[in-house]
């Protein structure tokens, strides 16, 4: 990702001055015990799955990636010019990190890794993705997802 300084400086402009919207709830609640937890991962780093269609500029839907996806099969459809993919390239858990969760349900750190994980297109305003994050959690809870591993990217 590329620095705030490394930007010209009417683009620095524009992101400072971008609005964070508020909200009404507060989304952070206690759950069970770390091992206890069903846990599924929801990035910002526009990810898909191959042969799904790429995100457009200013997205407000998320693409479902179901937890067996190789890796090879992942794809970033990021549409910042800013964006910084070397982390990515080396390493697909620096945006996505599915093999250090399955690590940790393997150790039985937590409980189990979700069977599906979603990615949203960062680069949009939060507050226009408000209704795909309330359908969102829908699925989650049919998964039975208990845990949510927020990744911005």
Avoid at 45 to 64: I, M
Avoid at 65 to 73: E, K, L, M, R
Avoid at 100 to 118: G, P, T
Wanted: with cysteine; hydrophobic share 40%.
């Amino acid at each position: 990702m590329v620095r705030m300084s490394d930007l010209p400086e009417n683009v620095q402009t524009a992101l400072s001055n971008v609005e964070c919207p508020d909200f009404d709830s507060n989304p952070w609640v206690s759950g069970p015990p770390l091992k206890e937890r069903r846990v599924a991962i929801v990035s910002s780093a526009g990810l898909l799955c191959r042969g799904d269609r790429p995100f457009p500029f200013g997205a407000k839907e998320y693409r479902v990636i179901p937890g067996d996806t190789a890796a090879s099969d992942l794809l970033m459809s990021h549409v910042s010019s800013n964006f910084d993919r070397t982390g990515y390239q080396q390493d697909l858990n620096v945006i996505f990190p599915i093999d250090r969760l399955a690590e940790l349900a393997a150790e039985r750190v937590i409980d189990s890794v979700a069977d599906f994980h979603y990615s949203f297109m960062g680069a949009t305003r939060p507050d226009l993705l408000e209704p795909k994050a309330r359908e969102l959690a829908g699925l989650l809870k049919e998964d039975q997802v208990n845990a949510v591993l927020l990744v911005p990217v």
